[in-house]
T-cell receptor
Framework: DTAVSQTPKYLVTQMGNDKSIKCEQNLGHDTMYWYKQDSKKFLKIMFSYNNKELIINETVPNRFSPKSPDKAHLNLHINSLELGDSAVYFC?????????????FGAGSRLTVL | SQQGEEDPQALSIQEGENATMNCSYKTSINNLQWYRQNSGRGLVHLILIRSNEREKHSGRLRVTLDTSKKSSSLLITASRAADTASYFCATDAGSGGGADGLTFGKGTHLIIQP
C-alpha cells in the first residue's frame, strides 16, 4: 500500500484555471505538508498542518488554499493559475515522536500551466 | 529562506567509486537529514544525524556533521548504477513537534557511469 499518495500525478492546464491536488496518507501521522519543487529542483515548504489545523503558511499567494478534511488528507486548491505556478508539488507527512521530522513524501504532482 | 547548500551541484563517477557530497547550512539545528530523489519520484529518507553526533553509518552510507562549521558530508561507498539520483540535505531547526518541517538544500545530482 502506498503510504502517501497524491493525485493527479500530472496536471496540464491553461492560465487562469482553478485546479486541485489531493493527498492522502495511511500512516496515522498527525502532521502533513505541501512542498513546491521548482525547475531547479529547489524544494520549499508551503504549508504545514497538524491534526487538521494550519500551522505554517509560508509566503504563498492566497490563490493557494489548503484544506484538511481530516488528519489523513491534505488537499491543495489553486485559483487563477499562473505560468509561475508550474512546478512539482509534493505532499509529505511527519510521524512525530521519536522520529519527528523524518518525512515520508508522496510521488509528486507535476503541474504545467500553459 | 534556503538553509542548505549542497556541493557539488552535479557529480559523475564510475561504478564502484566512492561519491562524496557536502552540505552547508546557516542556523543552529536539531538534526540534519539526507534524502534521495530518483527521477520523477518523491524524496526518500536515507539517514539522520543529530546535532550532538559527529558521524553516522548506515550500510554504504556515511554521514558526518560539523556543527562548528555548519556543514555535513554524505559519502556513498562502492557506488552502483542504482545510486544515480539527486541527493538533498535537509535541516530540522524547529522548536519541536514537527510543525516547522524541514528546510532543504538545492541538491546534488549524482550520476553513476556503468
Amino acid at each position: 500500500d502506498t503510504a502517501v499518495s497524491q493525485t493527479p500525478k500530472y496536471l496540464v492546464t491553461q492560465m487562469g484555471n482553478d485546479k486541485s491536488i489531493k493527498c492522502e496518507q495511511n500512516l496515522g501521522h498527525d502532521t502533513m505538508y505541501w512542498y513546491k519543487q521548482d525547475s531547479k529542483k529547489f524544494l520549499k515548504i508551503m504549508f504545514s498542518y497538524n491534526n487538521k489545523e494550519l500551522i505554517i503558511n509560508e509566503t504563498v499567494p492566497n490563490r493557494f488554499s489548503p484544506k484538511s478534511p481530516d488528519k489523513a488528507h491534505l488537499n491543495l486548491h489553486i485559483n487563477s493559475l499562473e505560468l509561475g505556478d508550474s512546478a512539482v508539488y509534493f505532499c509529505a507527512s511527519n510521524p512525530g515522536g521519536v522520529w519527528a521530522n523524518v518525512l515520508t513524501f508522496g510521488a509528486g504532482s507535476r503541474l504545467t500551466v500553459l | 529562506s534556503q538553509q542548505g547548500e549542497e556541493d557539488p551541484q552535479a557529480l559523475s563517477i564510475q561504478e564502484g567509486e566512492n561519491a562524496t557530497m557536502n552540505c552547508s547550512y546557516k542556523t543552529s539545528i536539531n538534526n540534519l537529514q539526507w534524502y534521495r530523489q530518483n527521477s520523477g519520484r518523491g524524496l526518500v529518507h536515507l539517514i539522520l544525524i543529530r546535532s550532538n553526533e559527529r558521524e553516522k553509518h548506515s550500510g554504504r552510507l556515511r554521514v558526518t556533521l560539523d556543527t562548528s562549521k555548519k556543514s555535513s558530508s554524505l559519502l556513498i561507498t562502492a557506488s552502483r548504477a542504482a545510486d544515480t539520483a539527486s541527493y538533498f540535505c535537509a535541516t530540522d531547526a524547529g522548536s519541536g513537534g514537527g510543525a516547522d518541517g524541514l528546510t532543504f538544500g538545492k541538491g546534488t545530482h549524482l550520476i553513476i557511469q556503468p
